[in-house]
């Protein structure tokens, strides 16, 4: 038996599932507030769009965006595999990959604001 | 003195005649203190000797009587009557084959026992004239809770990964390793992860908590094996990322 | 073993019966569905980012879009789950990150209480800073 490689991809899930803990029940908080019509001003499109402006901002939101992504990545997977969905290197490339694009569109985006 | 009557469904399979098993109703007179294994005990005695089952201790120390009462994995000396409604429902031990009745085949267990080293593997090697390993409170504090374990696979039965994944080595073996990896007087850790920390070591496990959940001596084998995944992934990215560093 | 005697064991099939078994593996499953909405919801705002670095009027259509009914009800589902998950995750610290101070171990519910203190401190200076109030 060999040491397997799984931190690689464990390591990603534990940290994103810590941030996703602390961070996303208030951020999903403050868009539901925009949708009820009480739109924070940070979302308001000059307030936001200079935060997003800044580097440290960017990296930080892409940082959040990766490990967000990630961390369901690989609950989804194992959450296929627990209901018995047996393709597991299929069902982790196409999940892992999936993560990976939508980090790198993030990326691309702020590169933009 | 009181007495009632308890009605026990209890699975039963004789590997010479039965192509599958079957459920079998037993009504028992029983006292009112009395827990699972006592019903069984007085269902052989008196009413079908032919019923087949692991007890020793009577006192869930032992780890042998382990059974599904319900659905659940429990020590059957440790299922009280008092607790159950109606029919109780006996069965083997879940996600391990059917030996016989409520025997069932512990080899896989037994083997991932012993490929963990659940011994010591002393740091130093010494000498009987060199004295005695010491330690204090606090080190011993450190894996007692993991030495409690009884062997009695309740947390195999409850694990779904287990159920999914026949290969993964499985709770209590990787708490039992943890408990000596933890252990000062012990330098086997690195022998260790070549069982634990492969993919059908410690990661196959997804924190569902069913183990700790179903564990009759508190050991909380689901704890020991996030230690055991947090501290595998720090030693795998200081080895690949600072490859320098010696361990 | 006896003469004539002959060994049969017999394997239990279980399938996805083990998930009704007992209510912690309903719960558990609650739990791990949580990182659909979590997903979901991340790539939404993904979205979201492509609509503000497009500008104002894109900014402002994704603004709008998130009051239609679809996108509250998913919203509303997304926070639930949200919180269930920061609920198990900060209930299961402390038997990952066991601390030990002297001979004793911190007790399980001063770690987890401790990161619910953050989390809701955290959120009130987050929604503090957004405006929200």
Redesign the interface.
């Known amino acids: 038996?060999?040491?397997?490689?799984?931190?690689?991809v464990?390591?990603p899930f534990?940290a994103g599932g810590t941030v996703t803990a602390f961070l996303t029940p208030v951020l999903v908080l403050l868009t539901l507030l925009a949708a009820f019509g009480h739109v924070p001003d940070v979302l308001a499109y000059e307030r936001l769009h200079a935060l997003l402006g800044h580097w440290p901002a960017k990296v930080l939101a892409a940082a959040v965006v990766f490990l967000s992504l990630w961390s369901a990545a690989h609950r989804l997977r194992?959450t296929c595999?627990?209901l018995?969905v047996r393709a597991d290197i299929a069902v982790a490339t196409l999940l892992y990959a999936g993560a990976l694009a939508g980090a790198a569109a993030s990326v691309l985006f702020l590169a933009r604001i | 003195m009181s007495e009632r009557l308890v009605e026990l469904e209890v699975l039963r399979?004789n590997?010479?005649t039965d192509s599958?098993?079957r459920l079998q109703r037993y009504s028992v007179a029983c006292r009112e203190e009395w827990v699972v294994l006592d019903a069984l005990n007085h269902i052989k005695e008196s009413i079908d000797p032919t019923l087949s089952y692991r007890w020793s201790c009577h006192m869930a120390v032992c780890g042998s009587c382990g059974m599904m009462v319900n659905?659940?994995p429990k020590l059957a000396c440790k299922a009280f009557l008092r607790n159950y409604e109606g029919v109780i429902r006996v069965e083997p031990l879940?996600?391990f084959?059917?030996?016989r009745d409520l025997v069932t085949?512990i080899d896989d267990f037994m083997d991932k026992l012993k490929?963990v080293r659940p011994y010591l593997i002393p740091k130093e090697v010494k000498a009987v004239s060199d004295g005695e390993y010491r330690q204090t409170?606090?080190e011993l504090?450190?894996f007692k809770q993991y030495s409690m374990c009884i062997n009695c696979m309740l947390c195999y039965a409850a694990c779904?990964?287990y159920?999914?994944i026949p290969k993964f080595i499985g709770p209590a073996a990787i708490a039992l390793a943890h408990r000596y990896n933890q252990d000062s007087r012990d330098g086997g850790r690195a022998a260790r992860?070549?069982?634990v920390?492969?993919?059908?070591?410690v990661?196959e496990c997804?924190?569902?908590?069913?183990c700790?959940?179903v564990c009759p001596e508190h050991v909380?084998p689901?704890?020991a094996l996030?230690?055991v995944?947090?501290r595998?992934?720090l030693?795998?990215?200081k080895e690949h990322l600072m490859p320098w560093l010696k361990a | 073993m006896a003469e004539g005697?002959?060994?049969?064991?017999?394997?239990?099939r279980?399938g996805l019966s083990?998930?009704f078994?007992?209510p912690?593996?309903l719960r558990?499953m609650t739990r791990?569905f949580s990182c659909l909405f979590i997903g979901g919801w991340t790539l939404w705002m993904v979205w979201g980012l492509k609509q503000l670095a497009d500008g104002p009027q894109a900014w402002f259509a994704f603004l709008e879009y998130l009051k239609s009914p679809a996108s509250i009800v998913f919203q509303v589902i997304t926070l639930g789950f949200a919180a269930y998950h920061s609920y198990t995750w900060f209930k299961?610290t402390?038997?990952?990150?066991?601390i030990?101070i002297?001979?004793?171990?911190v007790p399980g519910a001063a770690i987890a209480g401790a990161h619910f203190g953050v989390w809701a401190a955290l959120s009130i200076a987050v929604l503090h800073l957004a405006g929200a109030f």
Do not use: C
């Open positions: 038996m060999a040491i397997s490689n799984k931190p690689i464990w390591g534990a194992i595999h627990d018995g | 399979y590997p010479e599958e098993p659905g659940e879940a996600h084959p059917v030996e085949v490929r409170p606090a504090k450190k779904p990964e159920g999914i992860q070549e069982e920390a492969a993919t059908e070591g990661w997804s924190f569902t908590g069913a700790s959940d909380d689901a704890g996030q230690q995944k947090i595998s992934t030693d795998w990215y | 005697m002959s060994r049969k064991p017999y394997l239990r279980e083990w998930i078994r007992h912690r593996y558990y791990e299961l402390p038997q990952a990150l066991p030990q002297g001979e004793d171990f």
